[in-house]
């Protein structure tokens, strides 16, 4: 008896959108499940983490302040991963945003709102980019996997803000804390009235519109869905893969670079050692839930915006923060295996039992010579293999 795995020719429409819903549950069992086990009360941490995220309407703008970065950064990847271009490396494009952002800022700290915020942006987009670029390049020319190439970007990203924040960029009034002066009024993002919520909101629903369309109803979207499901069918209908692997890395890095922008710009209003808890990683488990729709992005990054506020107002009950991260983790991990089981069946086959002994002078079946044995009662129709599809 053994397992075997078998690709769906045909995966069923509604397995793929029931499968995040089913991943979702079975990590909030596990959770509670790991909460019961260490002394709490599971219904009263979740209901305590909800309540600390949509239960006031000061958690509902924080929850909305935690997912801009996630919004940009999961749309970011999402359109990479649509191409099958596995870019691992939004924390640390989004950390270039923040250090290019935080450059324009000290370099041109008397300058007018009007302008210095419109370049602080460009440079984000371009430091995002550009940062991305690294590892597409090798990828597209000398086919080098980006899993590991931007995955090890990151902590280059980060230990060179580190240096800055710690040395040449340290405030001299900052008491030696890893932080930059702070910026002036004038490098501040709008916010909504009473809230901490900043145009980044804005910003992020533009792009999902804007990548909605280019999906969907452009050429270059149609190329990109192309490569996604086959790259070598679309060199055969004369598509530049090369020059196309170049251009979605780049923009998926500037979405990446835009959201380090933000937070700087928009929440911190300075650089610091740790510009992001991790949203960058956290964004590939957004765009994977949301099945890489951009519209979908939006409402999951909102979901997981809430899930880091409600870790953060766990504490009061003397539980540590680090369950909501511990829930993604969870999460991530279930997502994977039903995303494996959505484009696999694995079926369980039963190996028949040693065949009839051959007596010598016999018939090859056993029986006197000329005399035909019949086939093994009970069997089944595929060479005594009997299958159970799980």
């Not at 370049?119 to 080098?144: C, D, E, S």
Request: glycine share 14%; charged share 10%.
């Amino acid at each position: 008896m053994r397992l075997r795995l078998e690709r769906r020719l045909d995966v069923p429409r509604p397995l793929i959108w029931l499968m995040p819903v089913v991943s979702v549950a079975l990590a909030l069992l596990a959770g509670a499940l790991f909460l019961h086990l260490t002394g709490s009360d599971p219904g009263e941490v979740y209901g305590m983490m909800l309540r600390g995220a949509f239960g006031s309407r000061y958690g509902t703008t924080e929850t909305f302040v935690k997912a801009i970065p996630l919004m940009l950064c999961g749309l970011g990847v999402g359109i990479a991963f649509r191409m099958l271009l596995w870019n691992i490396g939004a924390e640390g494009q989004l950390y270039m945003g923040a250090f290019a952002a935080t450059w324009v800022c000290l370099s041109f700290p008397e300058g007018p709102a009007y302008l210095l915020v419109p370049a602080m942006m460009l440079a984000g987009l371009l430091a995002g980019g550009v940062w991305a670029l690294l590892p597409a390049i090798p990828r597209a020319y000398l086919k080098t996997n980006e899993v590991i190439t931007t995955l090890m970007l990151n902590y280059v990203a980060i230990l060179w803000v580190s240096y800055l924040v710690h040395g040449p960029w340290r405030d001299p009034a900052g008491l030696n804390f890893p932080l930059t002066p702070p910026f002036p009024r004038s490098a501040w993002l709008p916010t909504f009235p009473g809230t901490r919520v900043h145009v980044g909101l804005v910003i992020a629903v533009v792009a999902a519109a804007l990548l909605s369309v280019v999906l969907w109803r452009t050429r270059w979207g149609y190329e990109v869905r192309v490569i996604g499901e086959s790259a070598q069918a679309a060199r055969y209908a004369g598509m530049n893969v090369e020059r196309n692997i170049l251009l979605v890395m780049f923009l998926s890095g500037a979405l990446a670079g835009l959201a380090g922008m933000c937070e700087v710009s928009g929440v911190i209003h300075r650089l610091q050692h740790q510009v992001s808890p991790g949203y960058g990683y956290s964004a590939i488990i957004v765009a994977w839930l949301a099945r890489l729709n951009p519209w979908a992005i939006l409402v999951v990054s909102i979901l997981f915006g809430g899930l880091l506020v409600g870790g953060y107002a766990v504490q009061l009950a003397g539980i540590p923060a680090a369950v909501a991260y511990m829930l993604q983790g969870a999460i991530l991990f279930f997502v994977l295996g039903g995303e494996f089981l959505t484009r696999y069946r694995i079926r369980l086959v039963v190996s028949p039992g040693p065949g009839p002994v051959v007596a010598a002078g016999a018939g090859g079946d056993g029986s006197p010579a000329g005399t035909a044995a019949p086939r093994s009662a009970g069997r089944g129709s595929k060479g005594g293999t009997r299958e159970g599809g799980v």
